[in-house]
T-cell receptor, first 114, second 112 residues
Framework: DAGVIQSPRHEVTEMGQEVTLRCKPI?????LFWYRQTMMRGLELLIY????????DSGMPEDRFSAKMPNASFSTLKIQPSEPRDSAVYFC????????????FGPGTRLTVT | KQEVTQIPAALSVPEGENLVLNCSFT??????LQWFRQDPGKGLTSLLL?????REQTSGRLNASLDKSSGRSTLYIAASQPGDSATYLC???????????FGKGTKLTVNP
């Protein structure tokens, strides 16, 4: 996982609650990606940043989802309010910033919304 | 819109067998193709990255090939071992950017 740190690793929450997922990328990687994985839809890109700037958020499902990258060493993905259909594994990944670069994934956060 | 398909969805083989996993994509305008491995409940581990100008990449018992014009890639695993059991995912860079589009994976089981 190239040292990408995600927290929490598991989150169980009730419908309607706010959920914040965190990612700490490793230094030297200029791009950061948030993906979501479900059995039905597989892995899907939600949003990605380059040099802390959001480049493509077309995968963000709706306004309940928001992501920030205030600096090069931290990013958050927030869901407010959460719904049961948001239950999934959320991955953070990093890349060098070049279109040909390899991506490295964190261990993921398994979110369950009841 | 780029779509990635992996066939078969699941594969079970006896230990020691050589095997091939397939990946196809609809838009040949890619920058690279990446093969990942995912163990149950874990994140993705990058196995091989093939740039669009390359035909293949090798790492140990793994060999990945790329035929951009036909929109196909294969991952060849030689002398399979039970430890190779995992889901293998193929992804291509899409839309003229860094973002990856993933296939749904092939779940491989290697039986001792």
């Amino acid at each position: 996982d190239a040292g990408v740190i995600q927290s929490p690793r598991h989150e169980v929450t009730e419908m309607g609650q706010e959920v914040t997922l965190r990612c700490k990328p490793i230094s030297g990687h200029n791009s950061l990606f948030w993906y979501r994985q479900t059995m039905m839809r597989g892995l899907e890109l939600l949003i990605y940043f380059n040099n802390n700037v959001p480049i493509d958020d077309s995968g963000m499902p709706e306004d309940r989802f928001s992501a920030k990258m205030p600096n090069a060493s931290f990013s958050t993905l927030k869901i407010q309010p959460s719904e049961p259909r948001d239950s999934a594994v959320y991955f953070c990944a990093v890349g060098s910033g070049a279109r040909t670069s390899e991506q490295y994934f964190g261990p993921g956060t398994r979110l369950t919304v009841t | 819109k780029q779509e990635v398909t992996q066939i078969p969805a699941a594969l079970s083989v006896p230990e020691g067998e050589n095997l091939v996993l397939n990946c196809s994509f609809t838009d040949s305008a890619i920058y690279n193709l990446q093969w990942f491995r995912q163990d149950p409940g874990k994140g993705l581990t990058s196995l091989l990255l093939i740039q669009s100008s390359q035909r293949e990449q090798t790492s140990g018992r793994l060999n990945a090939s790329l035929d951009k014009s036909s929109g196909r890639s294969t991952l060849y695993i030689a002398a399979s071992q039970p430890g190779d059991s995992a889901t293998y995912l193929c992804a291509v860079s899409a839309g003229g950017s860094e973002k990856l589009v993933f296939g749904k994976g092939t779940k491989l089981t290697v039986n001792p």
